[in-house]
């Protein structure tokens, strides 16, 4: 289910019975921004119609939609990302959500302490020898990381 | 550093202009460069609140989990709000053992701690030290606190424990894999109404009726798995599930003592059936006629075969084969049997081939295997 909060939208319309007449309905998203909502719409119909032309086939869709998200990933910078799960996490868009989750998993995965406070922008606020305390218990953690 | 000049037009003004915006071109160029790979700086991640980060936890490996907790002070305990938990210690480690095996306690016993009831969707616990499997007791009591939906105990065989009563009353289980020498026999009150996955290899059941009462009290249950491998007290095994689908049975136990022993399934439901077992030899299966496959490696009887007799696919082992030369004159009519598969191997069995091909008339598919 897709912008389930979309939907929720209109069974309360529904339910309150709200005839306005007019062709179009105007739903208030006030945590969303225009850009990132474009993004997901795209990304939704994008999905959408790929199931449609793979409707027996799941692994054809499956392997359709990567090859979609990979080239979606190439065009967002990664802090567009925060805007991105923000805005499908309020729009209860579960595909959308879990897909830019593992996309910053990956961009993280098996990468230096370094590399990931760069990447996220993050300064360690430790105290001295507090980061060195956890390095230590967490030692096993740290081992086999990729080279930056 | 440019040179003073009068004249615009002067040559080697002009080459030096072009050499000083040039450069100044090369730097931006290489500030982009760098920008796009990282981020100017801006703190992107710390705008997502707790449970978006915990959302993305649950796409890295347990490992990586951790390792954030050096991030910065906010990042330094959020790892532990994971949903996903997979504790796994392993039978050898290198190193200094006993430290590293104490580490890994200390880290689940934190972890499981700072859960503080908050909801785990699975959480996998295996320990193969004894050091280390003492603690399964209270780290299934801590996860079943915690609602969890999966979970996996493992432990080593060769010693028998003991698992809390809360977990065979849990209410939120939909998954349970149970892989060691544990004792789940209760004599009171148990229902796990919302599990319909579950697993379970050695474990102790007791007695007959302690089997028979577990599965009678898992009312969705759709998917079940036992391997026995040692005696477990069970003589009579009574596979009495409405709900369940499907079902493998390994049993390569040996019969002792002064036990009836009996396989008793009544499954009105069941759709796949697979049954590797050289023990018994008294079978009673009520024939379902929703069983599509049933794969049948072992000892195979005639109780078993006439209650599978209306399946549409069946795979027998170059055993099962072996074992049917006692029932040629009785075996049963397969009536909606469209696949055959069989079992090469060197024993006889294949000589019945005539014999089976002859009970099955709608036979379209034939597949002579060498591993099955």
């Known amino acids: 289910m897709k912008f389930c909060a979309v939907k929720q939208y209109f069974d309360d319309e529904n339910n309150n019975n709200i005839t306005s007449g007019a062709s179009t309905t105007m739903i208030p998203l006030p945590n969303v921004e225009s850009h990132p909502l474009a993004i997901l719409i795209t990304y939704c119909k994008k999905h959408l119609k790929i199931k449609a032309n793979n409707a027996d086939n799941k692994k054809e869709t499956e392997k359709e939609m990567e090859q979609y998200e990979q080239e979606l990933l190439k065009k967002v910078m990664p802090q567009e990302l925060t805007e991105l799960i923000l805005a499908a996490n309020y729009l209860n868009f579960k595909e959308a959500l879990d897909f830019f989750c593992r996309a910053v998993a990956s961009a993280i995965q098996n990468k230096s302490i370094e590399f990931v406070r760069k990447f996220f922008g993050l300064e360690s606020d430790f105290e001295l020898g507090e980061e060195e305390k956890l390095r230590e218990e967490f030692a096993w953690s740290f081992e086999g990381v990729d080279e930056d | 550093m440019l040179r003073h000049s009068t004249s615009l037009f002067d040559k080697a003004y002009l080459s030096d202009l072009f050499i000083y915006f ?28 707790d449970s978006l980060l915990c959302h993305i936890f649950s796409f890295l490996s347990p490992k990586e989990a951790v390792g954030t907790s050096i991030l910065s002070k906010r990042w ?10 997979i504790f796994v210690i392993p ?3 290198t190193g200094n053992y006993m430290n590293k095996v104490n580490c890994f306690i200390d880290y689940v016993n934190r972890v499981l701690a700072h859960r503080d009831g908050f909801a785990i969707e699975k959480c996998n616990l295996s320990c193969y030290t004894l050091h280390a499997s003492a603690h399964l007791y209270s780290w299934t009591c801590a996860a079943i606190a915690c609602m969890v939906l999966e979970l996996t105990i493992e432990s080593e065989l060769f010693r028998v424990g003991q698992l809390p009563w809360c977990l065979l009353t849990c209410k939120t289980l939909v998954d349970l894999k149970i892989h060691g020498r544990f004792v789940l026999n209760f004599p009171t009150f148990i229902c796990l109404p919302t599990l319909k996955f579950l697993y379970l290899n050695s474990v102790i059941y007791g007695d007959d009726a302690s089997m028979q009462k577990l599965f009678s009290s898992c009312p969705v249950l759709e998917d079940l798995v036992i391997k026995r491998h040692d005696w477990d007290g069970v003589g009579i095994m009574n596979i009495s599930v409405p709900s369940l689908k499907r079902s493998i049975f390994s049993l390569s136990l040996r019969s002792i003592g002064n036990y009836e022993y009996k396989v008793v399934i009544n499954t009105p439901n069941l759709e796949y059936l697979e049954i590797d077992d050289y023990m018994y030899e008294d079978y009673s299966v009520n024939s379902t006629p929703s069983l599509v496959e049933a794969c049948i490696q072992g000892t195979c009887v005639f109780g078993l075969l006439d209650g599978i007799s209306q399946v549409k696919l069946l795979a027998l082992s170059g055993d099962a084969m072996q074992s049917l030369h006692n029932i040629v004159p009785i075996l049963p009519t397969f ?36 591993d099955l």
């Open chain 2, 22 to 49: 040039f450069h100044i071109f090369i730097l931006q160029f290489i500030r982009v460069m760098e920008d796009s790979s990282t981020t100017n700086g801006e703190d992107w991640i710390s705008r997502l609140p």
């Open chain 2, 76 to 85: 330094e305990n959020l790892w532990t709000l994971s949903p996903v938990f």
């Open chain 2, 335 to 370: 009536h909606n049997l469209t696949h055959l598969k069989l079992g090469i191997d060197d024993n006889v069995g294949w000589e019945l081939l005539p014999n089976i091909l002859q009970t099955s008339p709608n036979l379209k598919v034939l597949t002579l295997s060498r």
């Open chain 2, 91 to 93: 039978l050898r480690l």
